[in-house]
């Protein structure tokens, strides 16, 4: 008999609303650090300079507000699995639209603040099942909002690698949201038991076709932090290179993720 699908992760609306504005608050208070040299540095995306990839971090949050303002559609085609595959195809019009809001608001902090609370009345005014018009079909807020800790969470790092000397907080909730949600969509991407993948403290996962585990310590294991699973996972770091830093370990035949990496491009 073959085994029973594994029930989609779920996550608690309230707490993933108090992680994306946790995460918000610490890159806005380390963006209001920054002055025009430091604003102005280049980052790893391409060519856009801290200044774009901070305003790009208020469009994280008011993504909410566009997506509202469309027509809701009349019933959900989408999962939130589904998001991190689709994103990519939204990457032209994000760049472009962060150019011209890091022109158009010279004030960041003030920017930054707008976008915060246009969010917070956005979710008290609409129920968590409100269905939004994403890139991956049509979603519930609530699962729109977990997607909101993944740009989050990966911009943080994106900042904390452009600007010297910037530490900038992980709030373990945000941290967790995201690394759970690209282990699922790997687990999505390459179905299967023969691997089992493992990022603690947030997700362990089973993926990749092959003989299924079932007791015991598994033939094929992998294991990683949850900053590199998720640089590998949005191709900030190649699979190559973690292994010659030692910062994922792989054993088995089947414990070779470089095919199925990156999830987001």
Known sequence: MPPAKKRPRAYDPAKTRAAVLAQFG?????????GPDRLALPTRLGDWTVRELAAHCAMALDAVDRLLGEPEPARQDGRLLDW??????????IAGTA????EEHPDLDAHLADAEHRFTAHLDAHPAGRLLPTSAGALPLADYVVTRTVELVVHTDDLSAAVPGLDIPYDRQALAACTRLLADALAAKAPGGSTEVRVPPYAVVQCVEGPRHTRGTPPNVVETDPLTWIRLATGRLTWKQALQDAHVSASGERADLDAYLPLMR
């Open 26 to 34: 610490n890159i806005r208070r380390a963006v209001g650090t920054l």
């Open 84 to 93: 991190p595959f689709a994103i990519a195809d939204d990457a032209p019009a």
């Open 99 to 102: 150019r011209r809001l890091a």
